[in-house]
């Protein structure tokens, strides 16, 4: 069974730059994996971040962006906003079915 | 303006099947590819994939549930319909559908989702 790992927890300075990442059990991940990463606030329904690895949406905020590094999928927030506080996910295309990670809490402090 | 909404009952029993609709507007499902599909969330715990369906009608599944699932469309009634047969108490979360494309495998616009309860 395909697993997709993130880091469980991570923290920020408000200001500050993280960068959440993405790693698949069958190996690097590649952009064919086309990676997505979803915000997810509590008692909400996730919202789209980036899709394709690096394309943001046309609501996304410039200050997240994606990228594949060091066989991973990578999400990077520059200039941490406290409303940034939230579950972040990732999901990845397996040539038909796809799987999502166990999730990064992000916390801004 | 892409908006979808979940519907289907709150509370099964352990061994029956759920049904769960997906209504949507502001797309097609005819257009080509679109897609609908369905994610679930343990309270507490991570997102799901469960199934997607291509408005050519290709049809994927979670390897790990394919055999209790089953997802249709009806394009008239800009419909999408998921059935999870044989539930089980682990089978408790919210179930979300929504909007993708073929090209860049993706979802961006998601229902509210809607809390299923299994428990006799």
């Known amino acids: 069974q395909t697993v997709v790992t993130q880091e469980p927890s991570l923290t920020v300075s408000p200001g500050g730059t993280v960068t959440l990442t993405c790693a698949s059990s069958t190996g690097a991940v590649t952009s064919g994996y086309y990676p997505n990463w979803f915000q997810q606030k509590p008692g909400q329904a996730p919202r789209a971040l980036i899709y394709s690895t690096s394309n943001r949406h046309s609501w996304t905020p410039a200050r997240f962006s994606g990228s594949l590094l060091g066989g991973k999928a990578a999400l990077t927030l520059s200039g941490v906003q406290p409303e940034d506080e939230a579950e972040y996910y990732c999901l990845l295309y397996y040539g038909g079915a796809q799987v999502f990670g166990g999730g990064t809490r992000l916390t801004v402090l | 303006q892409i908006t979808l909404k979940e519907s289907g009952p709150t509370l099964v029993k352990p061994t029956q099947t759920l049904t769960l609709t997906c209504t949507f507007s502001?797309?097609?499902?005819?257009?080509?590819?679109?897609?609908v599909g369905w994610i679930r969330q343990p309270p507490g715990k991570a997102l799901e994939w469960l199934a997607l369906?291509?408005?050519?009608?290709?049809?994927r599944y979670s390897p790990s549930l394919k055999s209790r699932l089953t997802i249709t469309k009806d394009t008239s009634k800009n419909q999408v319909v998921l059935t999870m047969t044989n539930m089980d108490p682990v089978d408790t979360a919210t179930y979300y559908c929504?909007?993708?494309?073929?090209?860049?495998?993706?979802?961006?616009?998601w229902g509210q989702g809607t809390l299923v309860t299994v428990s006799s």
């Open positions: 502001g797309f097609s499902l005819s257009t080509t590819g679109v897609g």
């Open positions: 369906i291509y408005w050519n009608d290709d049809k």
């Open positions: 929504a909007h993708g494309w073929s090209g860049s495998h993706n979802f961006d616009y």
